[in-house]
């Protein structure tokens, strides 16, 4: 997904909330007095978890310099032994789309954030969690695997991640603006020289990941992350002026589609926002399937942010015209239009804005009066969880 200037509210990042990590308690709508092995209100930590990981996706986005320190308040929580708080023992669900701790979602698009903004002051927060963890679970036998998660619960798999944003930020710091093809060229040669390969060893790797089925199932790997880092700097030359910067990489043999967050970095890149939302639209209205590949798409719709309401509104008066003329067998409670009708009501909360909130509001009251007991209770979670967030990692 490129940085592109979104008409979304901003709501000042909570940062006490992520502060309390550090104490015994459990703050703001889950149980002020509750102690950490107590059992919390399950749906108020999962809403509280996405709606602020929909704000450090946004301040990542805005690229807020500002909000520096919080971010990294955010991952140095992490560092202290948080094993019993609820934050650490329970899952958001559905996943993220892999599945692993509120704590570690969390932290997950902390990093992601930090890498957009591009400040070393991150740097060494970033660096201490790096060599925490393996470079490639994969890598590890099973008796280190048990030995890293040990160690550092909390980060050891996120070492990757945070492994390429250090490396990002460190080329983006040695060559600030990538506007000609030499320019882009070194950045890249700071980039995989940071991580410890050249580009030929990393475009082998990249072409390894392909071969692997149900990728998004499970959390970044290291040549994944890298790859999305670079379809993101690309799009950052491309528009600086460098115009063959996603066609180098190509040639060099980075197969963008080993990623479905490059992939989709780099077909919104040259686009317009409008260009964008058609382009995403047509690729959502095509699918019979929802896999964990489809979160990314539904949360680029999303990052649209109020441009695209109007056409999850129509996309829904469509669906909701199927399905009152679809064919049901007799043992069918659920088909594809429910599912479409599901996903559009959870990309409308993602968008973040209030136009969404009121077509939500008026798709629960028409669901309401026309006694959809499943549809309706699915808009009283929406409503309810409202702002939603499909991914932590991109």
Not at 205 to 229: F, I, N, W
Not at 253 to 272: F, H, P, S, Y
């Given at each position: 997904?490129?940085?592109?200037?979104r008409?979304?509210?901003?709501?000042?990042?909570?940062?006490?909330?992520m502060?309390?990590l550090?104490?015994?308690?459990?703050?703001a709508?889950v149980?002020?007095?509750?102690?950490?092995?107590e059992?919390?209100?399950?749906?108020?930590?999962?809403?509280?978890?996405?709606?602020?990981?929909?704000?450090?996706?946004?301040?990542?986005w805005r690229?807020?310099?500002?909000?520096?320190?919080?971010?990294?308040?955010?991952?140095?929580?992490?560092?202290?032994?948080?094993?019993?708080?609820?934050?650490?023992?329970?899952?958001?669900?559905?996943?993220?789309?892999?599945?692993?701790?509120y704590?570690?979602?969390?932290q997950?698009?902390?990093?992601?954030?930090?890498?957009?903004?591009?400040?070393?002051?991150?740097?060494?927060?970033?660096?201490?969690?790096?060599?925490?963890?393996?470079?490639d679970?994969?890598?590890?036998?099973?008796?280190?695997?048990?030995?890293?998660?040990?160690?550092?619960?909390?980060?050891?798999?996120?070492?990757?991640?945070?492994?390429?944003?250090?490396?990002?930020?460190?080329?983006?710091?040695?060559?600030?603006?990538?506007?000609?093809?030499?320019?882009?060229?070194a950045?890249?040669?700071?980039?995989?020289?940071?991580?410890?390969?050249?580009?030929?060893?990393?475009?082998?790797?990249?072409?390894?990941?392909k071969?692997?089925r149900?990728?998004?199932?499970?959390?970044?790997?290291?040549?994944?992350?890298?790859?999305?880092?670079?379809?993101?700097?690309?799009?950052?030359a491309?528009?600086?002026?460098?115009?063959?910067?996603?066609?180098?990489?190509?040639?060099?043999?980075?197969?963008?589609?080993?990623?479905?967050?490059a992939?989709?970095?780099?077909?919104?890149?040259?686009?317009?926002?409008?260009?964008r939302?058609s382009?995403?639209?047509?690729?959502?209205?095509?699918?019979?399937?929802?896999?964990?590949?489809e979160?990314?798409?539904?949360?680029?719709?999303?990052?649209?942010?109020?441009?695209?309401?109007?056409?999850?509104?129509?996309?829904?008066?469509?669906?909701?015209?199927?399905?009152?003329?679809?064919?049901?067998?007799?043992?069918?409670?659920?088909?594809?239009?429910?599912?479409?009708?599901e996903?559009?009501?959870?990309?409308?909360?993602?968008?973040?804005?209030?136009?969404?909130l009121a077509?939500?509001?008026?798709?629960?009251?028409?669901?309401?009066?026309?006694?959809?007991?499943?549809?309706?209770?699915?808009?009283?979670?929406?409503?309810?969880e409202?702002?939603w967030v499909?991914?932590?990692?991109w």
């Amino acid at each position: 997904m490129t940085k592109h200037i979104r008409t979304v509210r901003t709501t000042k990042l909570k940062v006490a909330w992520m502060l309390a990590l550090a104490t015994s308690t459990i703050v703001a709508g889950v149980a002020q007095s509750r102690t950490l092995s107590e059992q919390p209100n399950l749906n108020t930590l999962d809403a509280q978890v996405r709606a602020d990981i929909h704000r450090i996706r946004q301040i990542g986005w805005r690229q807020d310099r500002s909000a520096i320190s919080e971010l990294v308040q955010i991952l140095e929580a992490g560092f202290k032994d948080q094993s019993d708080h609820p934050i650490s023992r329970y899952r958001p669900r559905p996943a993220l789309p892999w599945s692993a701790s509120y704590l570690t979602h969390l932290q997950t698009a902390t990093i992601v954030a930090l890498g957009r903004i591009g400040d070393p002051r991150a740097l060494p927060t970033l660096e201490k969690i790096a060599a925490l963890g393996p470079i490639d679970a994969k890598d590890l036998d099973e008796s280190r695997l048990i030995a890293a998660a040990k160690r550092s619960p909390t980060y050891w798999f996120l070492a990757p991640l945070a492994r390429v944003t250090v490396a990002r930020i460190k080329a983006e710091q040695a060559v600030s603006r990538a506007d000609t093809l030499e320019k882009w060229q070194a950045q890249v040669q700071h980039f995989v020289s940071a991580l410890g390969v050249s580009l030929p060893e990393l475009s082998q790797q990249v072409a390894e990941e392909k071969t692997h089925r149900y990728p998004h199932d499970s959390p970044p790997t290291l040549t994944r992350t890298a790859v999305r880092a670079l379809a993101e700097m690309a799009a950052e030359a491309y528009r600086e002026g460098c115009r063959e910067s996603f066609d180098w990489l190509s040639r060099a043999g980075i197969a963008w589609d080993a990623d479905i967050g490059a992939r989709l970095t780099v077909e919104l890149a040259k686009r317009t926002p409008e260009q964008r939302l058609s382009w995403l639209m047509e690729q959502m209205r095509s699918k019979t399937v929802l896999t964990a590949a489809e979160s990314y798409l539904s949360q680029a719709i999303a990052d649209l942010g109020e441009l695209a309401v109007p056409a999850l509104e129509k996309w829904l008066q469509e669906l909701w015209a199927a399905r009152a003329t679809e064919v049901r067998n007799s043992d069918e409670t659920y088909t594809r239009t429910d599912n479409m009708v599901e996903e559009a009501c959870w990309i409308l909360s993602a968008t973040g804005s209030d136009a969404a909130l009121a077509v939500l509001r008026a798709q629960y009251e028409q669901c309401r009066s026309a006694d959809e007991e499943g549809l309706e209770a699915l808009l009283k979670r929406v409503l309810r969880e409202t702002p939603w967030v499909f991914v932590s990692d991109w």
